[in-house]
């Protein structure tokens, strides 16, 4: 078992690429809090890990909170002893034009995307010095940290700010022993493209990629239990591209 004896904690755990994390973990030994603004989502989650003969949790959790992720950690750590991996994975889609501005859509896709990973790096980082243990924090970024896309603004920039506050965290954690690392997915068989779907949009977005196939949730969760390995130690402050090909492949996207 890759993840033998570690404890992690990932938001977003009810459905895409956090519950397929949440799964891989489990299987490869690790006990779990599956943590989810959807509690039922979450609990499904944690059934289908007890299923399997995993060891998991579930935990709601409003990820744009800074007290409610503080006790999300604080949880934890009471549950199982202490916190070896977090994966800040809660995020939400938008869509609108910046010359049709939505403050109140903007102030949302801000708060869980972007303050939502800086408190779940700040809490965890917090109590893994408290105990004295090297862990590891996993962010979740995006191809549109790095690449500009119609009508996602507010998007756009909340996953930029992950990519930047992945690099810093890991230089402010890095006496600590403590390595912080990212995820950069390109499209993702997840909820959050039905969107894409729904305007009959499946296939121009997948010829995006090298494929021509929309990712697996399960193929992220792949890389990020690897992230999680001591074997992974040497990565460090580094945002790793999950796309298919799309940014080294792709010059533009229209």
């Given at each position: 078992?890759l993840l033998k004896d570690k404890v992690a904690v990932i938001t977003g755990g009810a459905s895409g690429i956090g519950k397929a ?99 779940g790096i700040a809490s965890a980082s917090k109590k893994m010095i408290e105990l004295g243990v090297k862990g590891t924090i996993i ?51 997840t909820p959050i493209i039905d969107g894409l779907k729904n305007k009959g949009l499946t296939d121009l977005y997948k010829n995006f ?46």
């Open positions: 078992m994390t949440a799964l891989k973990y489990a299987k490869e030994g690790a006990r779990v809090v599956v943590a989810d603004f959807n509690e039922d989502g979450a609990t499904e989650t944690v059934e289908q890990i007890k299923d399997l003969g995993g060891v998991a949790v579930a935990y709601k959790v409003d990820a744009s909170k800074f007290a409610e992720v503080e006790a999300l950690v604080d949880f934890t750590v009471k549950t199982y002893g202490t916190i070896h991996v977090m994966f800040n994975n809660a995020g939400i889609g938008s869509s609108n034009l910046i010359n049709d501005f939505n403050e109140e859509m903007y102030q949302k896709v801000i708060a869980v995307n972007q303050h939502g990973v800086a408190y962010n979740t970024a995006s191809v549109y940290g790095y690449l500009a896309n119609l009508g996602a603004f507010a998007y756009n920039a909340s996953k930029g700010a992950v990519v930047m506050m992945t690099k810093t965290a890991a230089l402010d954690l890095a006496p600590h022993g403590i390595r912080v690392v990212g995820v950069a997915p390109g499209f993702v068989n990629q090298m494929r021509k196939e929309f990712i697996e949730p399960e193929d992220i969760a792949g890389m990020v239990c690897l992230l999680a390995m001591e074997e992974a130690n040497v990565v460090n402050g580094s945002v790793v591209m999950l796309d298919d090909g799309l940014t080294g492949f792709k010059a533009h996207m229209y």
